[in-house]
Structure formats: C-alpha cells, structure tokens
C-alpha cells in the first residue's frame, strides 16, 4: 500500500465514512493515478479535466457513476493532498432524474416463485418487505429481528444513520422457518462462511436471473423492491411522513417522487377532457 492510500484511508476513517464509501474512492483515485502512469501528487487541473472528458467521452459512463469519480478526486485534492485548487471549478453535471421502476404485486409473486436459492429469496423477500437497500439486507444481524417490538434495526444505513422500520408478521414467520432450516449465527443472511455476510453482487446476479425466468420485461435490482415496496405502501394509504421514516430519507421531496410513479393515484386522477362530457359529432350536427 502506498504511503497516499494509507493517508486518505485513515482521513476517511477518521471522518466516519463507510467501509463501502472507502473503497469506492480508493478504487477512483487508483484509477486516476493508473490513467496516467503517475501519482495523484504528481498531476495537476488539467490532468484532472483531461481524465474526466476521458470518462465521458471515452468510457462513456452514467453519469452517476461519473459523479462516483468526481467526488473521490475532489475529496483527495481537498482534503488528504490540501490542494483544493486543483478541483475548485470543476462542477458535477446536473443531476438525472429518473422514475423508479416498480413491480405489481403479482410481478413481486411472480418474481420471488423464480429465486431458485432460499436464503436469496429471503433475503430479497426482507428488501421488500421492510424497504431495505442491499446494502442494509446483507449488513442484518440475527439480533437486530425485534420480534417483541416487531421492529428491525436498521444499523449503519446510508450515511451511517440508523433507523428502525416495520417487521411484517408474515416475514417473521418466514425468517423463524429459516433460522430453524439455515442456523445463521451473527449474519442473518451469511455467505460461505457464517461470519461473513453474502455480497451485493450475489443478489444481483440472483435478480438478473429470476427476472429471466419469471419472464418479466422490466430491469429489476435488489433496490427496485425498495421502490415498489414505498409504492405500495403509499397506494395502500399509507402517509407520506410514515413512508420518509421507514425508508430512512432525509427530505421528503424525496419520498414524494412515489406519487409520481403509483398506479392508484394516477389512475383514479380524471383528465379535465372527462370533465367537459362527450363532444358533439360533427356527422351528427349535419
């Protein structure tokens, strides 16, 4: 490990940032300083620039994925190397802002019925059911199923907060069927081995898989069950307020976005052409 990597993995820890933010910006900048051959201390703000055309132009990246870049550089220029003049106006491109795809209860049935591997289907099953990120799926301890309370303890969400959200009784069900068959020690869902969890990239593969045999036509990840999940909730009647808490939001302009995306409310909405009554036929009036 170079001497950089070790200073700007001990000043992110120092801030708290999380284990999955850590490495994500450590890859970046090792992708930069692989770029051109050299190290971050040796380049400038026009090798910075030049790389970031390079992402756009040549690597074609989604723009979130862009952003990912951006954000590791300017953390290290600002902060670990004190050179915020490398970075200073270089601004991110204007955020995309796209619907979220969402299941219908029976394409959730449908989906779930195509996870051939148990514990992956309990797991996706947990996502939706309680609103979770994947990330916040695979991180479930045994301990934190509050069966007293009916309540899961959300640990280390995004932006290290935690939070409790709802425990269905039919999913305790479920888990107490599947502690019985799997015996999880720490991890509720764990990989090979008990002391680890299983990956992100596992329970991707597993969607990609199920949609194929579910025969779906929609792009499904583990977090489109946290979509549909608010979705839902929000169709049943559920209060916006309550929603923004169980899903962990910080503002709730951004829970609102499911009023744009549910069946229910859009479908009961009448056009104003409704209301103007039939139009008189021109064959008619002859």
Same mark, same amino acid.
């Given at each position: 490990m170079? &001497? +950089?990597r070790k200073r700007m993995i001990e000043e992110m820890e120092l801030?708290? =940032?999380? &284990?999955?933010?850590?490495? +994500?910006?450590?890859?970046?900048?090792?992708? =930069?300083a692989k770029h051109f051959g050299k190290s971050p201390e040796l380049l400038d703000h026009e090798h910075v620039r030049e790389y970031l055309v390079y992402l756009v132009q040549e690597k074609k $990246?989604?723009? !979130?994925?862009?952003?990912?870049?951006l954000a590791a550089l300017r953390y290290l220029y600002r902060w670990v190397l004190k050179r915020g003049e490398v970075v200073a106006d270089i601004r991110g491109p204007k955020r995309e802002r796209h619907l979220p795809i969402v299941l219908s209860a029976e394409e959730v049935s449908r989906f779930f019925s195509a996870v051939v591997s148990y514990k992956h289907r309990m797991a996706l099953m947990t996502a939706y059911s309680a609103g979770l990120r994947i990330s916040e799926v695979v991180k479930l301890q045994?301990?934190?199923?509050?069966?007293?309370?009916? #309540?899961i303890h959300v640990r280390e969400g995004k932006r290290n907060k935690d939070r409790y959200t709802l425990l269905s009784p039919v999913l305790l069900g479920m888990l107490r069927h599947y502690y019985w068959a799997v015996r &999880?020690?720490?991890? #509720? =869902? &764990? !990989?090979r081995s008990l002391d680890k969890p299983i990956s992100d990239s596992q329970v991707q593969r597993v969607c990609r898989e199920a949609q194929g045999i579910a025969g779906i036509n929609k792009q499904i990840s583990p977090h489109t069950f946290r979509h549909s999940f608010a979705t839902? $909730? $929000?169709?049943? !009647?559920?209060? @916006?307020?309550?929603?923004?808490?169980l899903l962990g939001h910080s503002s709730p302009q951004t829970t609102a976005l499911y009023t744009r995306v549910s069946k229910k409310l859009i479908g009961s909405t009448r056009s104003p @052409?409704? $209301? +103007? !009554?039939?139009p008189a036929n021109d064959a008619e009036e002859k």
């Open positions: 170079t &001497p +950089l801030r708290n =940032f999380a &284990p999955y933010t850590v490495k +994500l910006y450590v890859d970046n900048v090792a992708r =930069f $990246l989604a723009w !979130g994925t862009y952003n990912q870049a045994v301990k934190d199923i509050d069966s007293e309370r009916m #309540l &999880p020690v720490s991890y #509720l =869902f &764990p !990989g839902h $909730l $929000l169709e049943a !009647g559920t209060d @916006l307020r309550v929603i923004q808490a @052409l409704d $209301l +103007l !009554g039939k």
